[in-house]
């Protein structure tokens, strides 16, 4: 059956499986949420630039629900155990691709950076991929070498030595914040998978320098931290972005100035749509709207950490340890949005995940979360297979009880067993 079906014949005897329902709802809500607040902000961006004002919210649902909805249920049917035996090829590709963008002609330069794949048609970013590809690694190591991460020092060293490869090739394009990212989420993974939290300390100590050296190096990071930490000491320059996002913010109070009502929106507020879209949410819909994409967030991620808990304590090592993953990623990314658009981090360009406009990103995202559905789904089928062996465990042994001799066990108790039994058959 390939990639998309499975030929053992156990799984056919057995529980066929379940999607999480908490799980696609808040995907659900996310999904539709953002849609609404992608044609919002975007109307009078797309009417500036005169591409037509709803060209932005026409891109988004084509690579929402036309390419994202396809990789969404084909992801969500691939058995994790394929995706494990070829995660080591999949790494190999993401730093190919991660290369690529360096070449003349391939690769893309967008506002100085070199993040971008010409695709003819569109452009795709391969740190999408490779947040994806990372934490397949990551949790296939920790599959197959378990023990020694458990117990040795230097257990971790290689999927903390291919996080450091990405990071370097994003470091280069230059991305620190996606840098930061995998490197936090590996480290969250390797953690949660049994190793000792002193030799993860250990082996990051020599990161605290060079990240503090990577961070000063260039001018425009420095001006990024000096901005964050007081952005109204230059208001129309370094801190312009973060003032207007704060601005708005301030407009929303509780219940915000009512849907489309933004003001920020109108070419004061940069990357509206986009990196800065929980601004507009603050503004249009108040506290109570952030509130809610908070919830949302809260529930996917806290489910999918509930599942990867779950997994583990099953015996199914490789989809908790992918839930996790995948958890930490979107968590994460979704908590240095909010972060930045609240003022509370130093401005990187991350977009909120199923609520900003984006392509790879949008597309990635819903890669990752029909991996996150596929992982739940074999969580519930080892369950409920659990469940049916302990059912026909304790069937075996009251059968086992009703075969002794009368004299041996009195009538209440037959009685008793009887009736169990044929709750059990029914």
């Not at 952005?231 to 219940?255: E, H, M, S, Y």
């Not at 969580?379 to 004299?407: F, G, K």
Request: hydrophobic share 50%; charged share 15%.
């Amino acid at each position: 059956m390939g990639w998309l079906g499975t030929s053992q014949a156990v799984r056919k005897l057995g529980p066929e499986g379940r999607h999480d329902p908490w799980l696609l709802l808040a995907i659900t809500g996310l999904v539709a949420f953002g849609i609404v607040m992608v044609a919002s902000s975007s109307i009078a961006v797309a009417d500036g630039q005169h591409i037509g004002e709803f060209h932005y919210l026409k891109r988004h649902l084509e690579f929402l629900l036309v390419g994202g909805l396809c990789a969404f249920v084909i992801a969500r049917r691939i058995e994790l155990d394929r995706l494990e035996k070829h995660s080591g090829w999949l790494m190999l590709g993401t730093f190919a691709l991660l290369m690529l963008v360096f070449v003349p002609h391939i690769g893309m330069r967008i506002n100085g950076a070199r993040r971008w794949i010409n695709l003819g048609i569109s452009g795709f970013q391969p740190v999408e991929l490779a947040k994806l590809t990372v934490v397949l690694y990551v949790a296939s190591y920790l599959v197959r070498h378990r023990d020694a991460v458990e117990t040795k020092f230097l257990g971790a060293i290689k999927p903390v030595l291919v996080a450091g490869l990405t990071a370097v090739l994003l470091l280069a394009q230059p991305d620190f914040g996606s840098a930061a990212l995998i490197g936090v989420v590996t480290i969250g993974m390797l953690w949660l998978g049994g190793a000792r939290m002193r030799n993860l300390v250990i082996m990051g100590l020599p990161m605290i320098p060079l990240g503090a050296w990577l961070a000063l190096s260039t001018d425009y990071r420095v001006k990024r931290l000096t901005s964050f930490l007081d952005p109204w000491k230059d208001p129309f320059n370094n801190g312009f972005q973060l003032t207007q996002a704060l601005i708005a913010v301030g407009r929303g109070k509780w219940f915000g100035v009512g849907l489309g009502g933004s003001v920020q929106k109108l070419f004061y507020l940069p990357e509206a749509h986009t990196d800065f879209i929980l601004a507009v949410i603050a503004e249009e819909l108040g506290f109570l709207g952030v509130l809610f994409v908070l919830a949302l967030f809260a529930l996917l991620v806290g489910r999918g950490l509930q599942l990867g808990l779950r997994g583990v304590e099953v015996g199914q090592h490789r989809a908790g340890y992918v839930a996790f993953g995948i958890s930490l990623m979107i968590g994460l990314q979704a908590l240095v949005s909010v972060g930045v658009n609240l003022g509370v981090l130093p401005t990187k360009g991350l977009t909120l995940p199923l609520i900003s406009s984006g392509g790879s990103s949008t597309l990635m995202t819903c890669v990752m979360l029909g991996v996150l559905l596929r992982a739940g789904y074999e969580i519930h089928r080892a369950e409920d297979a659990r469940r049916m062996a302990t059912r026909r465990a304790d069937a075996a042994t009251q059968h086992a009880a009703l075969e002794r001799p009368s004299a041996e066990l009195p009538l209440a108790a037959r009685t008793r067993i009887e009736a169990a039994l044929e709750k059990v058959h029914a």
